[in-house]
Structures are given as C-alpha cells and as structure tokens.
Nanobody, 122 residues
C-alpha cells in the first residue's frame, strides 16, 4: 500500500507565502510524475503544477505562473509547492499526487493525498 500525505496549508494574507509539502510512503519502487491540483468551493478541480520524475520538466497553470514553484526530493519521495504573492482566488483545497511504481516491472498507479486547505484572506 501507498500513502500520500500533504501538509503546510493554512490561513495567509493576500501577498503572503506558503509552502506545501507532500510525502509518499509505503511500497514504493519509484515515482514518475508528481504534482498538485486544487479545488475551490463550487468549482471543478484544476491542475496547478506538475513535475517530471527527474525534476527537470515542470508545468504550471497560467493562473499561478511566476508565483508558484514546484520541486521534488526523490530521496524523500516528496514534492513541494512554494506559493508566493498569494491572492484570494488561490483559496482552495490543494491535493498532491504521485504516479507510483511499486515494482520495477509494474506500471504507475496514481495515488492522491487527502488535501490541505489554503485560505488567502485579510
């Protein structure tokens, strides 16, 4: 079994910063792509950022480009999201995921965390 746990959410004022962390544990051989999605009240879940297995390729939603940075630490099976210049419209539950391989020969399975609340408000 694989568990994915996020942390680092909270309440922050507009213009402030937060750093989200996400760690996978359990029966892990390797992790391909990892990333973050978010879901605001009454809205569909949307992609925020993704990162390749090596960390060399990243992708961001247009709404967060230049403000958010995704990174990963493969030794810790972890992915991070540094969020700067936060806006009220960034308020949402943030979910991380990892495409996990449990053996060398099996294909990846996507595992999601339970989500962490980010609220941007004065």
């Amino acid at each position: 079994q694989v568990q994915v746990v996020e942390s680092g959410g909270g309440l922050v004022q507009p213009g402030g910063s937060l750093r989200l962390s996400c760690a996978a544990s359990g029966s892990i051989f390797s992790i391909d792509g990892m990333g973050w999605h978010r879901q605001a009240p009454g809205k569909q879940r949307e992609l925020v950022a993704t990162i390749s297995s090596s960390g060399s390729l990243t992708k961001y939603a247009d709404s967060v480009k230049g403000r958010f940075i995704i990174s990963r630490d493969n030794a810790k099976n972890a992915v991070y999201l540094q969020m700067d210049s936060l806006k009220p419209e960034d308020t949402a539950v943030y979910y991380c995921y990892g495409n996990v391989r449990t053996t060398q020969v099996t294909g990846p399975t996507t595992y999601w965390g339970q989500g962490t609340q980010v609220t941007v408000s004065s």
